[in-house]
């Protein structure tokens, strides 16, 4: 059960110590860690060439010739050298739980029509704003209260097309970093889109979903670490609500009116916080965006009833922890 743990970087040189040495108290460790650089500037190389003499983990690092403005090209020259079944992405700035490789090789043994999973993801950072706490919570999947069980089931299988259905309205899986896959899976996918610059794990897991299912790690898996000045802040709720209503008119049949109006009162709150921070023009794009996006324009001119959601959206396995 071989994993190799690819981590992009791009000017981390503050960051990626802290991120590797995550990785070495794994549960279960790696077979490997590569680092594919992204042509830094600020002495990431140097910083990652002193770990690399005292791994205890062996590490191979590779430069790309250019900048390439986003995570997917990085990731993508790192596992075509890949030879290990598993993947497990890791951004130079965020921190593996402890147990984060040991959870998703038990969750892929016991669903075993799963080739990719992610689990929980807790906020770090040096300030978090609060009304971004209470936006990212929203964020999971809460397998907790579908099954209504206190302590909530450690795995959750979520069906194919299931998980189609809920990425169609929001990136549950919040970051590359928590994204745990198959090689076999990523070659399928045609790996990431270099086109793609700040919604990367968003974009693979749509078209990840339509070839596998999916299982949910229902245990905190990794920290992200929440900045300002990260490539995903900055616009980065824009381009993912310019990304959703593509999306949605690519596959209209995939969602139903109470779906939108759930997520626009979701997009609504996000430009309320915004405008709280004094990001003005970010607060009056995102509602710009949202009053003129096709899929709002259809459902207005529709008014079409609100309905619930369905409750066979997630599965336990019978043997699950």
């Not at 194919?160 to 090689?183: G, I, P």
């Not at 086109?195 to 790690?217: G, H, Q």
Request: contains cysteine; aromatic residues 10%; neutral net charge.
């Amino acid at each position: 059960m071989s994993v190799t743990v690819v981590v992009p970087t791009y000017n981390g040189a503050a960051f990626v110590a802290a991120a590797l040495q995550s990785v070495f108290i794994q549960t279960y460790p790696p077979a490997e860690i590569v680092i594919v650089d992204d042509r830094s500037t600020d002495g990431t190389r140097e910083v990652v060439h002193d770990i690399i003499k005292q791994s205890p983990i062996p590490i191979r690092a590779k430069v790309l010739p250019q900048n390439s403005g986003g995570p997917a090209l990085p990731i993508n020259v790192a596992i075509a050298g890949v030879t290990t079944k598993y993947i497990a992405i890791l951004e130079q700035d965020d921190l593996m739980a402890p147990r984060r490789l040991e959870f998703h090789l038990k969750a892929l043994q016991q669903c075993l029509d799963c080739e990719l999973s992610f689990g929980v993801v807790e906020l770090c950072g040096e300030s978090v704003p609060q009304e971004t706490r209470e936006l990212f919570s929203l964020n999971p999947l809460h397998p907790l209260e579908v099954h209504g069980v206190p302590d909530g089931p450690e795995i959750v299988r979520i069906a194919a097309r299931e998980m189609l259905s809920v990425l169609l309205h929001r990136n549950v899986a919040v970051s590359n970093s928590n994204l745990f896959f198959t090689r076999d899976l990523w070659r399928r996918v045609g790996g990431f889109d270099p086109s793609v610059k700040t919604i990367t794990d968003w974009n693979f897991l749509l078209s990840a979903s339509r070839m596998t299912s999916v299982a949910y790690v229902n245990r905190v898996c990794l920290q992200y670490h929440y900045s300002d000045a990260s490539l995903c802040r900055k616009n980065g709720w824009i381009h993912e609500l310019q990304y959703l209503d593509y999306m949605r008119m690519r596959h209209p049949g995939e969602f139903g009116p109470a779906d939108w109006w759930r997520q626009y009162w979701s997009w609504r709150a996000r430009a309320t916080a915004a405008f709280k921070r004094g990001r003005v023009a970010e607060a009056a794009r995102i509602l710009w965006l949202l009053i003129r996006s096709r899929a709002f324009l259809h459902h207005l001119l529709n008014r079409s009833p609100l309905g619930p959601q369905s409750d066979q959206m997630f599965e336990v396995p019978n043997h699950g922890g």
